[in-house]
């Protein structure tokens, strides 16, 4: 019997004692691991403790320190202090002293950096000055065409002379103007300028702006009656 239970069959791997051998080292690992397990959960749990508790402190301290500056009292005393009469006293000699006072903009008129150019001129005044002044100029240039209008008649009359004259129901006068003859009767208008009012025995008579000029074989006269008959200018 006991050795029936003191030894193992032949065909066993391992011994009680290896068995047990094995049981212990297992539970001595396990043991190492758990301990090192918790000193990590210790040291972890001991920061964050900590840590909360600084926090917690320093906000404390500074929301309840008891500190206040609002009533604080500065004061600064300058070095070479001006003493409050001396300085009402430069005030009122400032005030009263004898230096022009600034004037309103209302009371100045003119403005004093304007450049002296004679009297001001009311805008109503240069307008009429300025139509005025182109007034004359009409005026000078209507004068200056006239003068060219009565040269250029006057040169044309010089060169036209009455060639001949066919008296009948219908008189025909041939003028010469310029070196071109012209046969004309009663209402036609020689060289666009002289139309022809009368011809009658040996003499033309052309009307050119109004004024009429008698034309003969012989010689040029002039009428100062626009209209009627015609007086001989002495010529």
């Not at 000193?39 to 508790?53: D, L, P, Q």
């Not at 009409?138 to 066919?166: C, F, G, N, T, W």
Request: proline share 5%; glycine share 8%.
């Amino acid at each position: 019997m006991n050795q029936d239970h003191d030894t193992m069959p032949q065909g066993s791997k391992s011994s009680p004692h290896s068995i047990l051998r094995d049981l212990s080292n297992a539970e001595s690992t396990g043991s190492a691991k758990g301990r090192r397990l918790s000193a990590y959960v210790f040291v972890m749990a001991f920061v964050v403790v900590t840590g909360g508790g600084a926090i917690g402190v320093m906000r404390h301290m500074g929301l309840k320190s008891g500190i206040d500056l609002s009533g604080a009292n500065l004061k600064y005393t300058a070095k070479h202090a001006v003493p409050a009469a001396n300085f009402e006293r430069v005030l009122h000699t400032l005030e009263n002293s004898a230096s022009p006072k600034q004037l309103p903009a209302t009371v100045i008129t003119i403005d004093p950096f304007r450049q002296d150019t004679g009297p001001a001129v009311r805008n109503d005044d240069r307008a009429l000055a300025e139509a005025e002044r182109a007034r004359q100029r009409q005026i000078e240039e209507e004068k200056r065409r006239a003068a060219d209008r009565a040269r250029q008649i006057e040169s044309k009359l010089s060169s036209m002379r009455v060639v001949s004259i066919m008296n009948g129901p219908i008189p025909i006068a041939n003028i010469s103007l310029g070196g071109k003859r012209n046969f004309v009767k009663v209402g036609d208008v020689i060289d666009q300028l002289f139309m022809v009012v009368q011809i009658e025995g040996s003499r033309v008579v052309v009307e050119v702006d109004g004024v009429q000029y008698t034309l003969s074989t012989a010689e040029l006269m002039h009428s100062d009656d626009p209209m009627g008959g015609s007086r001989p200018s002495g010529r």
